[in-house]
């Protein structure tokens, strides 16, 4: 590879380690509109299943110190309108498309991964943090009985790269990571939102209807980075770092970490080039660096 | 990066900020704003009041932490600002019009009012302002319309004469809104509202905006802020 910012990550050529994470980027055509978004590595997609989701009633964002809470609750057009009305657009960009799958049940996760692996996607992002309403509730990623389960079922209907999204919350992270490996999963990402909470002291109530919200933004990027740290050293499988990435500086703590890719959630409210300026700012980064291509620094902090 | 040039306050915790730059925009449409702070993650979005040769102008309230940080700003400060989004009201109107608006729905009213004295096909623009109290932007409205009604305190609803009118763009709270829109179903006027909702992106992308719709769920910031009433009223 060419002194660059290009990385391999399994069978991928990546630009450059820069992707646009779930939820955080809609299917790509707002900021399609803002800037060329094909300078980007890749994008994920908003988090997808089997039927169409209305999202959660009520407040669903609210600001805290250097972050936010979320409960979307998975607002989506459902698989099918997906691959009728978006998924030629993310097809169309020249960039690598990940498609993020949620299930209420390990049924909608088998039928949606079969579905959206019969259309022949770069690769399928599994998000394991939504509740399972068989199991009281519980998400599927909190627990490993629950999450081999899931892994090893949707693994015999995916034929495309399967990543597995960990969830923070999960009781043990480094054994979750190494169920996934077990049962098939060619990568794993993390993380995912931190299950939080938030209280409106003047009305005396919840802010959320659903309770507690997922907290991501700089506020979670010291633990995040810990767990990618901590679960790189343990697996095999690449590792794709997410949470709390503002900066050039914070993708390349996540790199040298062991993470061999980096998604940006947040950050795109905030500044929504900021793709465009984190990329621009890598390039600027490793003209000045004794490398040749930016892999050389991944996992090189023991 | 932008500059601000000035953030003047005015009565009641209201502030007009300008911020200097070349800027276009639709009338209702709106921007995010942020100051760079601790205590400010997220942008605001802010309706477009004004737009100068060199640059944009705010009004706006302080009633939390982000307004309170951007009440601290002062002439000279850089402010990140983004758009303009969404979508605004409608250019294309005819016959005799009344523009509402309640507290901060005053806001993108001055600039749709600038711009609609630019259609030639409207009779008249009559102007209703709802505040808490007399405040020093009121009269900046004089120059445009053919009649400005301010009521302090209590309903502006109440004093708006309906019979008159073929159109209504309405901007405020909820509330206000839907009273205004029953009473244009009844008297069959073209209702345009404005709404309001917590954001985070702005654009469209994390679905933090949505509102239940007659037409299904709608993003406020992509698919509006502007509406037409009957959309967001409805009666099953
Ligand atoms: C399209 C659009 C255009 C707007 N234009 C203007 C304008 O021109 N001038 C102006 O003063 N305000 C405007 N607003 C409202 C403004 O964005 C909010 O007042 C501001 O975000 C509050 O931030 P805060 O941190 O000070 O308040 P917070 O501390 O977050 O909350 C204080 C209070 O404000 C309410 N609030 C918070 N965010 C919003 C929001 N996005 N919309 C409505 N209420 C909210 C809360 O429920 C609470 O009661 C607009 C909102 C939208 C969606
Ligand atoms: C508004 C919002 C919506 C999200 N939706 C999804 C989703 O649908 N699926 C998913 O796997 N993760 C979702 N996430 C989590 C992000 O993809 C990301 O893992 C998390 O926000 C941490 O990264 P950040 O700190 O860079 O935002 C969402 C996050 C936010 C803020
Ligand atoms: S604010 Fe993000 S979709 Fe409207």
């Not at chain 1, 399967?162 to 794993?188: F, R, T």
């Not at chain 2, 719709?213 to 099953?236: L, Q, W």
Request: with cysteine; hydrophobic share 40%; charged share 20%.
């Amino acid at each position: 590879m060419s002194r660059s910012l290009e990385v391999q990550f399994l069978n991928m050529i990546l630009k450059n380690p820069i992707i646009m994470a779930s939820g955080t980027f809609g299917f790509g055509r707002e900021y399609a509109e803002i800037y060329d978004i094909e300078k980007l590595g890749g994008l994920v997609s908003k988090g997808l299943t089997m039927n169409p989701r209305k999202g959660n009633p009520g407040i669903r964002v609210w600001e805290t110190a250097s972050g936010m809470m979320n409960s979307i609750g998975l607002e989506n057009p459902g698989i099918d309108a997906f691959i009728q009305k978006e998924l030629p657009f993310m097809k169309s960009l020249n960039l690598k498309h990940i498609i993020n799958i949620s299930g209420s049940s390990l049924e909608e996760y088998i039928q949606a991964c079969e579905k959206i692996s019969n259309e022949n996607v770069d690769m399928i992002e599994l998000n394991i943090s939504c509740p399972n309403i068989k199991d009281g509730g519980i998400p599927f990623g909190i627990k490993q009985s629950t999450t081999r389960k899931v892994v090893k079922e949707t693994r015999k209907v995916v034929k495309v790269p399967l990543m597995v999204k960990l969830s923070p919350d999960a009781e043990n992270l480094l054994k979750i990571a190494h169920v996934c490996e077990e049962e098939g999963a060619d990568a794993v990402s993390l993380v995912n939102t931190f299950k939080s909470f938030a209280i409106d002291i003047e009305n005396k109530v919840k802010v959320f209807e659903n309770t507690y919200a997922g907290l991501s933004g700089p506020c979670i990027k010291p633990i995040a980075l810990r767990m990618v740290h901590e679960v790189s050293k343990s697996i095999q499988i690449p590792v794709m770092g997410i949470g709390g990435i503002m900066t050039y500086q914070d993708v390349l703590e996540y790199l040298m970490a062991g993470a061999r890719a980096v998604q940006i959630g947040t950050a795109n409210f905030i500044n929504p080039k900021v793709g465009e300026m984190i990329i621009h700012d890598l390039e600027k980064y490793i003209s000045n660096q004794p490398i040749e291509n930016i892999s050389e620094i991944i996992g090189i902090v023991d | 990066m932008a500059i601000i040039s000035f953030n003047q306050p005015l009565k009641n915790d209201f502030f007009l900020l300008k911020i200097s730059g070349k800027y276009k925009a639709d009338m209702g449409q709106f921007f995010m704003i942020r100051k760079d702070s601790q205590s400010m993650f997220l942008n605001r979005p802010m309706s477009v009041y004004d737009i100068k040769k060199d640059g944009i102008i705010f009004l706006y309230q302080v009633v939390g932490k982000g307004t309170s940080v951007l009440a601290s700003c002062k002439k000279g400060d850089e402010i990140s600002i983004y758009g303009p989004y969404g979508h605004g009201f409608p250019l294309n109107v005819k016959g005799s019009i009344a523009l509402v608006g309640g507290g901060t729905g005053i806001a993108p009213l001055f600039y749709a009012l600038k711009q609609l004295r630019k259609n030639k096909k409207l009779k008249f623009i009559h102007v209703y302002l709802g505040l808490q109290k007399k405040n020093e932007f009121e009269s900046n409205f004089n120059d445009y319309t053919d009649s400005l009604i301010v009521h302090y305190g209590g309903f502006i609803t109440d004093y708006i004469q309906y019979e008159k009118y073929n159109v209504i763009f309405s901007c405020g709270p909820l509330k206000m809104l839907e009273k205004i829109d029953r009473q244009a179903k009844n008297h069959g006027i073209e209702h345009y509202v404005s709404l309001e909702g917590r954001m985070a992106c702005g654009i469209g992308a994390c679905l933090a905006c949505a509102i239940q719709t007659k037409n299904g769920n709608k993003h406020i910031c992509k698919d509006g802020p502007v509406f037409k009433g009957e959309e967001i009223f409805y009666y099953e």
